[in-house]
């Protein structure tokens, strides 16, 4: 290799002969330039994969700790989930307990029949009830069966409810009842409360108010077929049993209310013209003197 006047002369030997290429002092600098562009670029795109490699590493660990924040976050939520939830529950429990302490309050006031208590009508008022005054306070008053055939699972009174297992006073009556059963309205009366839908402890729920504050309730139907301000007649069908609400198996839940208080629906399920008096004798906290007094001037202002 020889360099003559900026020109570059290789010469190749071997055993035959010996062979020279001029090559142009320019075209050296240009691969010398080349080589050391070329240098350059796979030297950067080394450090840009280092710097991307490193960028990328960083964000790595943003994101672990990012998840390892949440990550707390989410066990601290728990824990104050679980601790409202035993808030929750506690207070459930008082509710309850404080339910089971009005239960025996009600009972004292009232649901426990004294021995030494009083007819509550007077056999001359019984007496003096015309036919036409019976069948008026049978067809507003509310007896009779809510259901064609009767078959009491729980009564009225004190029970172990199957639910909660707790000692809870029963107000109202349960009867056997296959699905989609006819429940029929014990008396004439107009619609003061519908549930529809299947919510609370009564799930879908008739109540009926009746002449003289008597009220009647049906609970756990499958379905309702009457609606809020409805007039009803005696023995109109109002719904059909079911299950809905804290039920464990289908049935007819009645109660039967009088001026705030719960009455045994099984004394009003009996009674009927044939057995008149004995409502009279088994449920004496109605005010009966008075009702029937109140019975006798409404028919003679009906008769005007």
């Given at each position: 290799?020889?360099i003559?006047?900026?020109?570059?002369?290789?010469?190749?030997?071997?055993?035959?002969?010996?062979?020279?290429?001029?090559?142009?002092?320019?075209f050296?600098?240009?691969?010398?330039?080349v080589?050391?562009?070329?240098?350059?670029?796979?030297?950067?795109?080394?450090w840009?994969?280092?710097?991307?490699?490193?960028?990328i590493?960083?964000v790595?660990?943003?994101?672990?700790?990012?998840?390892s924040?949440?990550?707390e976050?989410?066990?601290?939520?728990?824990?104050?989930?679980?601790?409202?939830?035993?808030?929750?529950k506690?207070?459930?429990q008082d509710?309850?307990?404080?339910?089971?302490?009005?239960?025996?309050?009600?009972?004292?006031?009232?649901l426990?029949?004294?021995?030494?208590?009083?007819?509550?009508?007077?056999?001359?008022?019984?007496t003096?009830?015309?036919?036409?005054?019976?069948?008026?306070?049978l067809?507003?008053?509310?007896?009779?069966?809510?259901?064609?055939?009767?078959?009491?699972?729980?009564?009225f009174?004190?029970?172990?409810?199957?639910?909660?297992?707790?000692?809870?006073f029963?107000?109202?009556?349960?009867?056997?009842?296959?699905?989609?059963t006819?429940v029929?309205?014990?008396?004439d009366?107009?619609?003061?409360?519908?549930?529809?839908?299947?919510?609370?402890?009564?799930?879908?729920?008739v109540?009926?108010?009746?002449?003289?504050?008597f009220?009647?309730?049906?609970?756990?139907?499958?379905?309702?077929?009457?609606?809020?301000?409805?007039?009803?007649?005696?023995?109109?069908v109002?719904?059909?049993?079911?299950?809905?609400?804290?039920?464990?198996g289908?049935?007819?839940?009645?109660?039967?209310?009088?001026?705030?208080?719960?009455l045994?629906?099984?004394d009003?399920?009996?009674?009927?013209?044939k057995?008149y008096?004995?409502?009279?004798?088994?449920?004496?906290?109605?005010?009966?003197?008075?009702?029937v007094?109140?019975?006798?001037?409404?028919?003679?202002?009906?008769?005007?």
């Amino acid at each position: 290799m020889k360099i003559l006047n900026n020109r570059l002369v290789i010469t190749v030997s071997d055993v035959n002969s010996t062979k020279s290429y001029n090559i142009h002092q320019l075209f050296r600098k240009i691969i010398l330039i080349v080589i050391i562009i070329t240098f350059f670029v796979i030297t950067g795109a080394f450090w840009f994969i280092s710097f991307l490699t490193t960028e990328i590493n960083e964000v790595k660990i943003k994101k672990k700790q990012e998840i390892s924040v949440l990550t707390e976050k989410e066990k601290k939520l728990q824990a104050q989930n679980l601790f409202y939830s035993m808030q929750i529950k506690g207070k459930v429990q008082d509710i309850e307990e404080l339910s089971s302490k009005l239960d025996t309050i009600e009972e004292i006031v009232g649901l426990k029949r004294d021995s030494n208590e009083q007819i509550s009508i007077t056999k001359a008022t019984l007496t003096k009830i015309t036919s036409a005054q019976k069948m008026y306070m049978l067809s507003t008053i509310p007896n009779g069966k809510p259901l064609e055939r009767i078959s009491v699972s729980a009564s009225f009174g004190y029970r172990i409810h199957p639910v909660t297992h707790e000692k809870k006073f029963h107000r109202g009556i349960d009867l056997r009842a296959n699905l989609r059963t006819p429940v029929y309205a014990t008396a004439d009366g107009v619609v003061r409360y519908v549930q529809s839908r299947d919510s609370g402890d009564f799930g879908r729920v008739v109540i009926i108010s009746h002449n003289f504050g008597f009220e009647t309730v049906y609970a756990h139907l499958k379905q309702t077929k009457v609606k809020l301000g409805d007039v009803i007649k005696k023995n109109q069908v109002i719904g059909m049993t079911g299950n809905s609400g804290r039920s464990t198996g289908p049935h007819l839940h009645y109660e039967v209310r009088y001026a705030s208080m719960v009455l045994n629906p099984r004394d009003f399920i009996n009674w009927d013209l044939k057995k008149y008096e004995s409502i009279f004798t088994k449920q004496r906290r109605v005010k009966w003197e008075y009702l029937v007094k109140l019975i006798k001037e409404h028919h003679k202002l009906g008769q005007l």
